[in-house]
């Protein structure tokens, strides 16, 4: 089956999960974040902002905060790489292009850092050897490949699948978290 065919229905999986259901299970996923040791050990931690029916970090900003020095994707439009840049407070974050929460490029470019301790990660589906399919775009891959830390996958147990398909540049997380499963590979 095609990337793009899978993609749409790993996505389908995710989207009927109830709302009610994915923050149920997002408090839930945040919790066991919290009891890991990579979490308790990192001072920096790169953190998406959620979007859609994604695990909804939106919601650990406060909390993590007031306990870790929070990095966020910055992305420029027309650029295929991504950085990262220092969140202070939720309310900095504004709508990019794509429609994604993350710092005004300015502020971006000036708080713009190079190390992480704990790489917090999304996908659409993620397999039993960590491999992940994201959305296509091949950002987290160059994120790996250039920055230490450690991957960690999070998403519903919905989706986790046996396997993902994979090309020689994809590189997996070291772990994978949901409300369920915490699988170190």
Same mark, same amino acid.
């Given at each position: 089956?095609?990337?793009?065919?899978?993609?749409?229905?790993?996505?389908?999986?995710?989207?009927?999960?109830?709302?009610? *259901?994915? #923050?149920?299970? +997002?408090?839930?996923?945040?919790? %066991? !974040?919290? @009891?890991? =040791? /990579?979490?308790? &050990?990192?001072?920096?931690?790169?953190?998406?902002?959620?979007?859609?029916?994604?695990?909804?970090?939106?919601?650990?900003?406060?909390?993590?905060?007031?306990?870790?020095?929070?990095?966020?994707?910055? *992305?420029? #439009?027309?650029? +295929?790489?991504?950085?990262?840049? %220092? !969140?202070? @407070?939720? =309310? /900095?974050?504004? &709508?990019?292009?794509?429609?994604?929460?993350?710092?005004?490029?300015?502020?971006?470019?000036?708080?713009?850092?190079?190390?992480?301790?704990?790489?917090?990660?999304?996908?659409?589906?993620?397999?039993?050897?960590?491999?992940?399919?994201?959305?296509?775009?091949?950002?987290?891959?160059?994120?790996?490949?250039?920055?230490?830390?450690?991957?960690?996958?999070?998403?519903?147990?919905?989706?986790?699948?046996?396997?993902?398909?994979?090309?020689?540049?994809?590189?997996?997380?070291?772990?994978?978290?949901?409300?369920?499963?915490?699988?170190?590979?």
């Amino acid at each position: 089956m095609k990337k793009k065919c899978l993609r749409n229905n790993y996505k389908k999986i995710r989207d009927e999960i109830p709302e009610s *259901t994915r #923050k149920e299970k +997002s408090r839930a996923i945040f919790s %066991r !974040l919290k @009891s890991l =040791d /990579e979490y308790k &050990e990192a001072k920096r931690i790169f953190l998406f902002v959620s979007m859609g029916s994604e695990v909804e970090t939106i919601h650990w900003l406060d909390d993590l905060l007031k306990e870790k020095e929070v990095l966020i994707p910055a *992305t420029k #439009k027309g650029d +295929s790489e991504m950085k990262m840049a %220092r !969140l202070l @407070s939720k =309310d /900095e974050l504004v &709508e990019n292009y794509w429609g994604i929460l993350e710092l005004p490029e300015d502020l971006a470019q000036a708080r713009e850092e190079t190390v992480c301790d704990l790489i917090i990660t999304p996908g659409l589906a993620f397999d039993h050897s960590g491999y992940r399919m994201g959305y296509g775009g091949g950002f987290y891959d160059r994120f790996f490949s250039s920055h230490e830390g450690f991957r960690l996958g999070v998403g519903f147990h919905e989706q986790l699948v046996h396997e993902v398909p994979r090309n020689a540049y994809d590189l997996p997380v070291h772990a994978f978290l949901s409300e369920t499963d915490c699988l170190v590979f």
